[in-house]
């Protein structure tokens, strides 16, 4: 496993923009898929991005076209850049990560074992 910690969330504007950065530590993640979810009040963890290893990325419908996950191996961080942003991506932000993910499950917080401590979104209309 590897150690995250989420930062850049904040106070967002109905058509802005927000990122998020997502640092870890522990051991190398290179081989890692890291994935983004997010949890408004009430609702279930949503998936939101994944990048893979090979920097193939995976966006649910709900946000393609308006978020862009990346990563920077070197430095070991995952980038979500959000855009056009709406009131309804108000939640708690998580980054995720699994060295064993099987594709199938890629959209899935189960198949996640690395999670960090989340980093709260709130976008304003």
């Known amino acids: 496993q590897v150690q995250l910690v989420e930062s850049g969330g904040g106070l967002g504007q109905a058509g802005g923009s927000l990122g998020l950065s997502c640092v870890a530590s522990?051991?190398?993640?290179?081989?890692?898929?890291v994935a983004w979810f997010r949890q408004a009040p009430g609702k279930e963890r949503e998936f939101v991005a994944a990048i893979r290893w090979n920097g193939i990325t995976y966006y649910p419908d709900s946000v393609k076209g308006r978020v862009t996950i990346s990563r920077d191996n070197a430095k070991m961080t995952v980038n979500l850049q959000m855009n056009r942003m709406e009131p309804e991506d108000t939640a708690v932000y998580y980054c995720?990560?699994?060295?064993?993910?099987?594709?199938?499950?890629?959209?899935?917080?189960?198949?996640?074992?690395?999670w960090g401590q989340g980093t709260q979104i709130t976008v304003s209309s």
């Open positions: 522990g051991q190398t993640f290179r081989s890692y898929t």
């Open positions: 995720a990560a699994s060295s064993t993910i099987i594709l199938s499950r890629l959209r899935s917080p189960d198949a996640y074992d690395s």
